[in-house]
């Protein structure tokens, strides 16, 4: 079985300063950050994914900020390829797949932002690949959200996402489990 590590749109307009800021963004790139060098020491493939907006009234990851780059605790090296994407799903209309397939990669391990959005979608869309996935659940971030008349705090989003990808979709872990492990 060889494994991959995708790392999902950990970019600067998720931080503090930026356009869309998330609660735990910051321990959630450096958890991120700890798996690339355990992939990178291993010589292991890994994947940066980045999201540029092209939808119109965006107002974030807007090509040409400094916000769609890339946080300094996971930027790539200059030999690691960079996936770029225009949807929340990492594989639509993306090379991903392809490459994967032709390092011969049947498991990943996921790492990024926003859990509710991106993570969801691509853990979903890998699964439906048939790829076997470890969520690397300390290694996302996500916001509160509101619907109606509720406020649902962050804590709340990125449990419920997770426990509902767990099981079925992946295996959430977290980084210490997961480098341990591979």
Not at 50 to 79: I, K, M, Y
Not at 132 to 139: E, H, Q, S, T, V
């Amino acid at each position: 079985m060889s494994a991959a590590l995708v790392v999902i749109d950990i970019q600067r307009d998720y931080f503090a300063g930026g356009r869309m800021p998330l609660d735990g963004a910051d321990a959630a790139a450096e958890n991120a950050a700890r798996l690339l060098k355990a992939f990178r020491e291993r010589g292991w493939p890994l994947f940066h994914v980045q999201h540029l907006s092209t939808r119109p009234n965006a107002t974030f990851f807007l090509p040409g900020t400094d916000g769609v780059e890339f946080h300094p605790a996971v930027a790539p090296l200059a030999a690691e390829p960079v996936i770029q994407k225009n949807f929340p799903n990492a594989f639509r209309a993306t090379r991903l797949d392809t490459e994967l397939r032709a390092r011969g990669v049947t498991q990943l391990v996921v790492a990024g932002m926003m859990t509710h959005m991106c993570i969801d979608t691509s853990v979903r869309a890998a699964f439906d690949l048939g790829f076997k996935i470890d969520l690397a659940f300390d290694a996302c971030a996500t916001r509160s959200l509101r619907f109606v008349d509720t406020d649902v705090p962050a804590s709340q989003v990125q449990g419920s996402f997770i426990a509902a990808l767990h099981g079925t979709f992946a295996t959430a872990r977290d980084t210490a489990h997961i480098v341990a492990a591979n």
